[in-house]
């Protein structure tokens, strides 16, 4: 093609040295002269290639510890001059500036460095400037430049040279896949800062983000999507390895982080199955297959075609129960060989193994999306313990009734507003969500209750005799009432209505105990 420009001059300085050396001999072989700095050059040269420190090409020395070695004119007016005017020309010629074709860097790994907790002064030396300079000067000069920031850019720019040379429409992308790079570091450079800081919301926010899958689809076939981490190294969906199953979906992902942060919030063995974002089943149990059991108890027909969340090792016991009803995605921190072998023998299955899973009371930032912007909030890190709790009602919790009360507000806390729980032995027996009143959803709570009971060819729905969980406080003393009626015995609730006290007389009226924690749990 016309376009297609042969590579004379390259400038190749990497932390990542991974695809160097192969890259380096290619941009030879075609006749490329390569010119170097620091460990790059020392790579290079160790491999038996010609290289020329960038220092004797600019005929400036390297000073400040190295903190300008090509912020010089004859780095940047190589790159940036443009070949096609005649001026650019004539004084790159007056001024000795020869030209460089290509520039392939990535930056100083400060990501890395604030990740493994460095100190101020090490965070600030590692943000890179001379890098994103060159960098910024070669995509703007696309034209006539290419630009590589990533390894992963090294096969199809060699392709290229073996075809002729960089054509437009490479350079292009590159230039683009550059500028992004360049975005991201300075976002991630600025939330640094702004946390140094202690800016929580600092007055411009950037959201660095790097594509992990483009998908078939969104949560609809005719919308299109894309899954991107955020390059923090929190455990779940972003940095889980897949060992088995199609490729995820939008749903999939949604659902399975909505599952898998829903049973980190337990110390002991749990499950949690997911449908449609909300949990239909959360158990704890002396093993996960006993959580399972608990869990499925609780809503036989939605976990179908569902996610599954264990915070153990899956073992094949627990892989067995699984396995024998249709399930989309299973996330672990890991699964034993005899477990992977069960879940091998559903094909469809996804199989999603995360190494850890998430602290539930990290610090952490999400975002949601509104017309002309997106709304910026702090993770909900918040937990109640028993001594948080203030006995409302004339009668006290047993013991019994609180480890139950305890486990259902945690649940509470990832199911849809309006939320309720109804838990009894540390597992879920009816769950309600999503529906613009509180009463409602205790119905349809107790109802699902009831219905989950009929199925295990039980007599009395499994409600009777469970304590309930709202995730905020019941503005009437309807929702009350109709959880009492369901044969709950004891709630926990924030309070804050104006009608508490109505709330609590009836609470009281019914013979229930009733704790308040002062912290609500909405969830849209």
């Known amino acids: 093609m016309t376009d297609a420009l042969p590579i004379r001059r390259a400038l190749l300085s990497v932390s990542d040295k991974g695809g160097l050396i192969e890259f380096a001999r290619a941009l030879v072989a075609h006749g490329a002269e390569l010119l170097s700095t620091g460990g790059t050059a020392a790579a ?32 940047h007016g190589g790159l940036l001059y443009r070949r096609d005017l005649p001026e650019h020309v004539a004084q790159a010629e007056e001024h000795a500036i020869a030209p460089i074709d290509l520039v392939c860097v990535d930056l100083y790994p400060f990501e890395a460095t604030v990740a ?55 350079r292009r992308t590159l230039a683009a896949a550059a500028y992004a790079r360049t975005a991201a570091y300075d976002a991630a450079i600025a939330a640094w800062f702004a946390k140094q800081e202690a800016q929580e919301f600092p007055q411009r926010l950037s959201v660095p983000g790097v594509l992990r899958q483009t998908l078939r689809y969104g949560e609809n076939p005719h919308q299109r999507a894309a899954f991107y981490a955020d390059g923090t190294d929190r455990p779940g969906i972003a940095t889980a390895r897949q060992v088995q199953g199609k490729e995820l979906s939008y749903n999939n992902i949604n659902d399975t ?25 959360v158990a704890l149990g002396a093993d996960l297959s006993e959580a399972w059991d608990k869990a499925f108890l609780c809503d036989p027909v939605s976990p179908f075609g569902g996610i599954v969340a264990a915070n153990r090792v899956l073992d094949a016991a627990a892989a067995e129960r699984i396995a024998a009803i249709f399930t989309e995605v299973v996330i672990a921190p890991d699964a034993s060989e005899e477990a992977k072998a069960v879940f091998a023998r559903k094909k469809n299955l996804r199989l999603l193994l995360t190494g850890a899973v998430p602290d539930p009371v990290a610090e952490g930032m999400t975002f949601r999306s509104v017309s002309g912007g997106f709304l910026a909030q702090n993770r909900d890190a918040g937990r109640v313990t028993e001594a948080d709790l203030r006995v409302a009602t004339k009668r006290a919790p047993t013991a019994q009734e609180m480890a139950d009360l305890l486990f259902a507000f945690r649940v509470c806390k990832h199911v849809k507003s309006n939320a309720i729980v109804y838990a009894k032995g540390e597992a879920t027996v009816g769950v309600g ?17 009831a219905e989950a009971a009929k199925a295990a060819g039980l007599d009395a729905p499994l409600a009777q005799g469970s304590v309930v969980a709202s995730d905020a406080f019941f503005p009437f003393a309807d929702g009350l009432q109709a959880a009492a009626a369901a044969g709950a015995t004891a709630v926990i609730q924030p309070g804050g209505s104006m009608r508490d006290n109505e709330v609590i007389a009836a609470a009281d009226e019914a013979g229930l105990a009733m704790v308040l924690t002062g912290m609500r749990h909405f969830r849209h």
């Open 116 to 170: 493994r907790g460095a100190s101020f002064d090490d965070c600030i030396e590692n943000i890179d400037i001379g890098g994103p300079a060159m960098i910024r000067s070669a995509a703007k000069n696309h034209a006539h430049v290419a630009v590589l920031t990533s390894p992963a850019q090294y096969a199809e720019v060699s392709a290229a040279l073996t075809a002729g040379g960089t054509t437009l429409a490479l």
């Open 44 to 75: 290079i040269r160790a491999a038996g290639l010609p290289v020329k420190d960038v220092s004797e090409h600019t005929g400036f020395p390297e000073i400040l510890d190295g903190r300008v070695k090509t912020l010089v004119p004859q780095v």
């Open 433 to 449: 969500m999503g529906q613009p009143n509180r009463v409602d959803s205790a119905r349809i709570a107790a109802w699902k209750s």
């Open 257 to 281: 982080d909505a599952a898998f942060e829903a049973v980190a919030e337990f110390d002991r063995p749990a499950i949690v199955i997911v449908k449609h974002a909300n949990p239909c089943g």
